[in-house]
């Protein structure tokens, strides 16, 4: 599977591109509607792509296992991870991430304080 560019849209425009492609959905009929306006935006390897991974939705729902799902589809174990945990998750649901505190010193070390370890052996004067 191809890898996509990092660019981003500002969030006004990002809305109104996806309000007129929700609006393109809405007036979906039948399924030759649907697979006419899904061909005249995706390429034939994303259709390809989208269509293994709805396969993969179904073949982890009838229980089939990582190598045989891995095998029929042509993907990696990885692929059929990220398919299974992102049909798992709720789409309202937003990721939260915590903050990280800024005196926990577990996490985080000094910058400027050296990293030696407790035992190290320091010379007191230059080796020669």
Not at 3 to 30: A, C, G, M, P, Y
Not at 51 to 65: C, F, M, P
Not at 104 to 115: E, I, Y
Request: hydrophobic share 35%.
């Amino acid at each position: 599977m191809g890898r996509t560019s990092k660019k981003h849209w500002d969030e006004k425009f990002k809305n109104r591109i996806w309000e007129d492609f929700l609006i393109n959905i809405k007036k979906v009929k039948n399924e030759a509607d649907l697979k006419k306006i899904l061909n005249s935006i995706l390429t034939d390897d994303e259709i390809i792509t989208m269509e293994k991974r709805l396969a993969v939705k179904e073949l982890l729902k009838d229980n089939i296992s990582y190598s045989e799902i891995s095998r029929r589809a042509d993907l990696t174990r990885a692929t059929i991870r990220f398919v299974r945990d992102n049909f798992r998750r709720p789409v309202w649901k937003k990721r939260i991430y915590s903050e990280t505190k800024k005196n926990d010193k577990t996490k985080w070390r000094d910058p400027l304080k050296p990293r030696f370890r407790k035992y190290r052996f320091i010379p007191k004067r230059p080796l020669m």
